[in-house]
Nanobody
Framework: VQLQASGGGLVQPGGSLRLSCVVS????????IGWFRQAPGKEREGVSA????????KYADSVKGRFTISRDRAKNTVYLQMNNLQPEDTAVYYC????????????????????WGQGTLVTVSS
């Protein structure tokens, strides 16, 4: 299983970015893809997650209303559309895959994600 994250970059406050995570090697839709981020000096945190089979999603409170997670099953890709970005969103963003459909209370528990991408840096600065 491999995950390839891309789409990070430098953006001004209030700007937008769309992250992509191409997933290969998972043979069924019974899995969950999560986006996590880690800012300098901070712990990794869950940002958003989606169950690829039924599209069930979860968002961290800090990004609700600004970020949208979606999937394109034909392209084996999960997207994270990030709008109204703020300096506190600056971090390395990772996508990760968990086999099985995680329940909502588990979607941000990193220990359930066996596969991780390499991370993409998002910098929000004027």
């Amino acid at each position: 299983v491999q995950l390839q994250a891309s789409g990070g970059g430098l953006v001004q406050p209030g700007g937008s970015l769309r992250l992509s995570c191409v997933v290969s090697g998972l043979t069924s839709d019974s899995n969950t893809i999560g986006w996590f981020r880690q800012a300098p000096g901070k712990e990794r945190e869950g940002v958003s997650a989606i169950r690829r089979g039924d599209g069930n999603t979860k968002y961290a409170d800090s990004v609700k209303g600004r970020f949208t997670i979606s999937r394109d099953r034909a392209k084996n890709t999960v997207y994270l559309q990030m709008n109204n970005l703020q300096p506190e969103d600056t971090a390395v963003y990772y996508c990760a895959a968990a086999t099985g459909n995680l329940i909502k209370s588990s979607m941000f528990a990193a220990r359930y994600y066996a596969y991780w991408g390499q991370g993409t840096l998002v910098t929000v600065s004027s």
